[in-house]
Structures are given as structure tokens and as C-alpha cells.
């Protein structure tokens, strides 16, 4: 599997809305199976130019969330690619009876995508700040769940999501992000991305964490402390070898999530070393709590999802060591 990843980690350009609405375009063009769904929430997805491109292959539903995912499963059964978008916490929790029972226990091939991860919902507030998403659909069988954390993760995991077959939920980041791998990088299901090498402890990050932990992971440098640093972009099916090879070579794992630590990539990584490798852990991600109405650099100190937040865990899980 073929890695690239950026030497430098600007922030990205181009809106991670507007290259997925792209990839779906030119999936789109290639095969006349995709179709877009969405809850009136277009403008937000950035998918007006695909219904400007595919307006027979679009289907605004309006806000009715489940009916959205119950349209999207008929589809799918006679043959078409959906993909359908809301807001996180509306596909997540509003819809979650429709995609466990029409499309995950159908067997249906729907590609749920849910916007706004976590503290990126920011002046939308509390009631749009879906801190337990991937841990409900995490927890719905043969469930795919992922969160790429930059355009051309974006770009790369769409095209595999349409590849494969199955349930899937995308959880995207809809503004601009760090740029995190260079064009030509590969995407395997199950697979986790080994962003930079390190022998002391391994920080294991997902989304909007990734570009903190490689931050966490110069910082430690400077104390000579060497940090192994995995993006876990696919939650589940969970790379667990990496995670136990991590456990085995560094001794010592810090998670990293824009989630709620229950039921995300902490309690799966955890879980993984509890049962065949237990090393120290410590997790870095929201503890337990609601969201709350804020600008995105407000709420990542308020919640501690910081790069110094993952270098004080880093400390300590190292003295633990």
C-alpha cells in the first residue's frame, strides 16, 4: 500500500466539501449507478454542483432524515450507488433505526455521510455536535466507519467507499483542513496509515486529530522522546495488527479523537489491548460530555483536543511505561 505522506502540513486550500462533491462528480460521469441524497442541506454538503451536473440523480428529501436513508436503501436495492448527507448527529441518532434495519441488516450497498464532526459543528452548537457518532454506527454489524482528515483522504476513501460494497458512514469534515498526504497515497479497508516512525510511544489519531498528533510528535522530539504516529482513518474494520505491532514495538499508546472517548477510537483500541496486548493507554478525546456552542480553536482548548493536550498524555503514559 502506497503511503505519501506531505513533508509539510499547511492548511489545505481547498474545502474537504468541495473535493468530495468533486469525487462524486467524477464518479458520477463514470458510472451512472451514483446518486446523491440529502436532508436539505445541500449548500452546507457542497453538492449543488452535482445536481447542477446529475439533477435526475439528485433527491433533496428535506429535512426527514430517516425517510432520506429508507429512499436511499430502495435504491440501493435496485442497483444504485447512494450516497445520502446530513449533519452527524442527524444521521447518526435520528436516522440510526433506518440504517441498522434497511440498509446495514438489508445488505444494502448506502454510503451515509455525516458532516460536522465533533467540535467542527462549532457555532452550530450543542445539539449539532456529534460526539457519539461513530460510536452508534460503530456498533451496527458490518458496518463501515470512517473519517479521512484531509482533501485527498477525502477524495481517495469516497472512491473506495463507492468501490465496496456495504453500509458505510463517512464522517466529514466540511471546511479546510491540514494537509496531511500527497496525491498517489492508497486506501485499504482496514488499513491504518503510518505517518511517521518512532520507538517510545505511538499515538494513534483519526480526523481532525491527525494534524495535532504530528504537532504532538514534533514537540516530543524536542525532549527526545520518539513518537510513532497512526492515522486510524477506518474505525472499523479496525486495524488491529498495527495497533498490537504499536503495543509490542513502542510499549506505550496515546489515542487521539475528536469523539467521545466511550464507544470511539479509545474504548476500540483499548479493547484490542486489553484482550491481546496490554501496554499503558491514555486517551485524548472528549470525556464524557455535550457540546457547546463555540469557534473551532475555542472549543479544541475547551474539550483539551490539542497537540499539547496528546504530548502531556504522551508524558504520562511514558512514566506509566
Not at 451515509?112 to 460503530?138: C, K, Q, R, W, Y
Not at 469534515?173 to 516512525?197: C, M, N, Q, S, W
Request: glycine residues 8%; contains cysteine.
Amino acid at each position: 500500500m502506497n503511503v505519501k505522506v506531505a513533508k509539510e502540513h499547511p492548511m489545505g486550500k481547498k474545502e474537504l466539501r468541495k473535493e468530495f462533491c468533486e469525487t462524486l462528480i467524477s464518479m458520477a460521469e463514470q458510472d451512472n449507478r451514483v446518486v446523491v441524497l440529502d436532508a436539505d442541506l445541500m449548500n452546507a454538503a457542497g453538492t449543488k454542483p452535482f445536481r447542477a451536473a446529475f439533477p435526475e440523480r439528485t433527491f433533496d428529501c428535506g429535512v426527514q432524515e430517516a425517510n432520506m436513508v429508507g429512499v436511499a436503501a430502495g435504491l440501493s436495492s435496485r442497483g444504485f450507488i447512494p450516497f445520502t448527507h446530513t449533519f452527524g448527529p442527524f444521521a447518526a441518532r435520528r436516522a440510526c433505526d433506518q440504517i441498522f434495519m434497511s440498509c446495514a441488516y438489508a445488505k444494502q450497498n448506502v454510503k451515509v455521510v455525516g458532516s460536522d464532526p465533533g467540535i467542527t459543528a462549532a457555532l452550530n452548537g450543542g445539539t449539532h455536535m456529534p460526539f457519539e457518532d461513530m460510536g452508534i454506527m460503530s456498533t451496527i454489524p458490518e458496518m463501515t466507519v470512517v473519517e479521512p482528515c484531509d482533501a485527498v483522504s477525502v477524495r481517495e476513501v469516497t472512491k473506495l467507499a463507492k468501490e465496496t460494497y456495504g453500509t458505510w458512514y463517512i464522517r466529514l469534515h466540511r471546511k479546510e483542513a491540514p494537509v496531511i498526504y500527497e496525491d498517489g497515497t492508497e486506501f485499504e479497508v482496514g488499513k491504518a496509515h503510518l505517518l511517521r516512525e518512532g520507538k517510545d510511544v505511538t499515538i494513534i489519531a483519526i480526523g481532525y486529530l491527525v494534524a495535532e498528533a504530528l504537532k504532538a510528535a514534533e514537540e516530543l522530539e524536542k525532549e527526545g522522546i520518539s513518537a510513532r504516529v497512526l492515522d486510524m482513518w477506518c474505525l472499523k474494520p479496525l486495524d488491529e495488527e498495527a495497533v498490537l505491532a504499536a503495543a509490542s514495538e513502542t510499549g506505550a499508546i496515546v489515542t487521539a479523537e475528536n469523539h467521545n472517548i466511550r464507544n470511539g477510537l479509545g474504548s476500540a483500541v483499548a479493547s484490542v489491548l486489553a484482550l491481546h496486548q496490554p501496554v499503558p493507554v491514555e486517551m485524548v478525546g472528549v470525556q464524557d460530555e455535550f457540546g457547546e456552542v463555540g469557534k473551532v480553536p475555542y472549543l479544541a482548548e475547551r474539550f483539551k483536543l490539542t497537540a499539547e493536550e496528546i504530548v502531556n498524555k504522551s508524558r504520562k503514559v511514558l512514566a506509566r511505561k
